[in-house]
């Protein structure tokens, strides 16, 4: 140890200490971002404007003390205004759009409740890592499947129908037309499956998840729409034939990602296609090294590896299994076609064809 002590740079050391403050700053903080959402802190900021500790405990029923030292905290990581003359605190239009409004489409709130079930699952996940063994998404507490929804159904209600489905060749028209079918696998909540069958009437879908406790919240949540409908299944077992097959930020925490592709040819109705949204990675790990991806591969260690390593196969592709990989397990289960038809900077969308 003290002839790496002798090799050590102090520029370097010096930044890698400010790195290491500044994410135990973030870290700590997150458990009050979760905070500041369920107590409607930030959107009473957004709504009722500028205010003191004082002025935002009267507005949100809570204690004043409390409230200061949260917004002194927010103010230093920069999630909200302080003014010196006024003493107020505030949130611009940027921070409202982030963390009050659950309608913007770069609402991130959801993946801080997700947090909350991350650390709770750590003593199990550091014996995994000596065992090996997998552990199921349904291991984790309620609020990861709430707050996984929250995270994703944000860039779906951005993107999905406004691109991702015209991008794919033919597709738009025929859940226009009526008598389409759509299977939407692992489908958790039913958030996509929901935006598909508001927007196509005419089409069926059905949303298909193997944890039971996620469809009755789908289901409960898909009440009003005729067209729509949700089922216990794996992604092996759902029974059908439908023109549209798709996988929503799913297929790479599966087991056996080449059984379901395989499972959803066989499904595809002739012309059928079969749409993969998979987070956003390059194919070389050191095109990934930037802060979209230090995101995915930390919650890809904590529960997309570990859910599928829980599964048969246990394929573990993990959620940065980047565009050459998907391409090789559509190859493997049989597809012919496949391209990348849209993307953002979260998302990869791919279609594959039989």
């Known amino acids: 140890m003290a002839a790496v ?74 999630f909200v205004e302080y003014d010196k003359q006024t003493q107020a605190f505030s949130l611009s239009p940027e921070q409202a759009a982030v963390l009050a409004d659950d309608n913007s489409p770069v609402f991130m709130l959801g993946g801080f409740e997700s947090l909350a079930a991350v650390y709770a699952g750590q003593p199990r996940l550091t014996e995994a890592f000596r065992t090996g063994e997998g552990i199921p998404w349904g291991a984790h507490c309620t609020c990861l499947f709430c707050g996984t929804e929250r995270f994703f159904r944000t860039g779906y209600k951005a993107h999905l129908l406004q691109e991702w489905l015209p991008a794919l060749e033919g597709v738009v028209p025929k859940l226009a037309a009526g008598g389409a079918r759509v299977a939407d696998v692992g489908c958790g909540h039913g958030a996509s499956a929901y935006l598909i069958a508001q927007a196509f009437p005419k089409a069926q879908v059905v949303g298909i998840d193997a944890h039971g406790p996620s469809i009755e919240v789908a289901r409960d949540r898909g009440k009003g729409l005729s067209n729509l409908q949700f089922e216990v299944a794996t992604a092996r077992e759902y ?116």
């Open 5 to 78: 002590l002798k090799e050590i740079q102090p520029q370097k050391l010096d930044a890698l200490l400010g790195t290491m403050i500044s994410e135990l700053g973030a870290a700590v903080n997150g458990a009050l971002v979760i905070i500041g959402d369920k107590l409607g802190l930030y959107r009473a900021l957004a709504e009722g404007g500028p205010a003191t500790p004082a002025q935002l405990a009267a507005r949100t029923g809570t204690h004043e003390r409390y409230i200061r030292e949260w917004l002194c905290a927010q103010a230093a990581s920069g």
């Open 239 to 354: 029974s059908g034939q439908y023109d549209l097959i798709a996988f929503f930020d799913a297929l790479h925490d599966m087991g056996d990602p080449v059984g379901a592709l395989e499972h959803a040819r066989a499904s595809l109705k002739p012309g059928g296609t079969v749409m993969l949204v998979e987070p956003m990675a390059a194919d070389r790990l050191e095109d990934n090294l930037n802060p979209v991806s230090r995101s995915f591969y930390a919650f890809s260690t904590q529960l997309c590896v570990p859910g599928a390593l829980s599964q048969k196969v246990g394929a573990a592709l993990g959620a940065q299994a980047g565009e050459a990989r998907l391409r090789e397990v559509a190859r493997k289960a049989g597809f012919s076609q496949f391209r990348r038809a849209a993307q953002t900077p979260f998302n990869l969308v791919l279609e594959a064809r039989a």
